[in-house]
């Protein structure tokens, strides 16, 4: 599994989308827990997935700057029950 998720990715982390990049990094969580894979593949898929983190904390952070610019206002904490 770990090396057609390498190979099917051919796009760079930049290039991909939110979705695609948390895929990405699914299978790679899954690769390193289940298979046995040389230490030389391993430490590329870790690689790779350290890129895909710091790739999705941007674009939700960047996401999260949109809808504090859209709302006018900072975002607080969701609280359960304080309507």
Do not use: W
Not at 17 to 40: C, H, K
Not at 63 to 81: C, H
């Amino acid at each position: 599994m770990a090396k057609s998720s390498a190979k099917k990715s051919e796009k760079t982390v930049e290039e991909l989308s939110y979705e695609e990049a948390i895929a990405e990094l699914e299978g790679i969580v899954t690769s390193l827990e289940d298979e046995q894979n040389p230490l030389e593949d391993s430490m590329k898929f870790f690689e790779r997935g350290q890129a895909l983190v710091a790739h999705c904390s941007a674009l939700l952070e960047s996401a999260q700057l949109k809808v504090q610019k859209l709302s006018g206002e900072s975002l607080s904490p969701f609280e359960e029950g304080s309507e």
